[in-house]
């Protein structure tokens, strides 16, 4: 059998922190998006958000997409440009 996904309207927004100018901006930055801050090792910050899967990791230029029920999950660029168009 095959299935086509049904269309649907989804909110998303990128996630951009290069350009901050300091670590009050990005904390609130991603406090605005639920995306986590925490220190793998240190000296490096990295993000994650909580999905419905799992903690995933979320790297500057994804987009955070929420969806249908709320949820939210990261989405590379290049997966987004080939799976999303702007309505």
């Known amino acids: 059998m095959k299935f086509r996904k049904k269309p649907v309207v989804i909110d998303a927004e990128q996630f951009k922190v290069s350009g901050l100018r300091n670590m009050d901006a990005v904390v609130a930055y991603c406090n605005h998006l639920g995306v986590e801050?925490?220190?793998?090792?240190?000296?490096?910050?990295?993000?994650?958000?909580?999905?419905?899967?799992?903690?995933?990791?979320?790297?500057?230029?994804?987009?955070?997409?929420?969806?249908?029920?709320?949820?939210?999950?990261?989405?590379?660029?290049?997966?987004?440009?080939?799976?999303?168009?702007?309505?």
Do not use: H, S
């Open 37 to 87: 801050i925490f220190q793998p090792y240190e000296g490096m910050i990295a993000f994650q958000i909580r999905t419905l899967e799992g903690n995933m990791e979320v790297k500057d230029g994804d987009w955070i997409i929420t969806g249908v029920i709320g949820e939210k999950y990261p989405c590379r660029v290049d997966v987004f440009e080939r799976t999303y168009e702007k309505v």
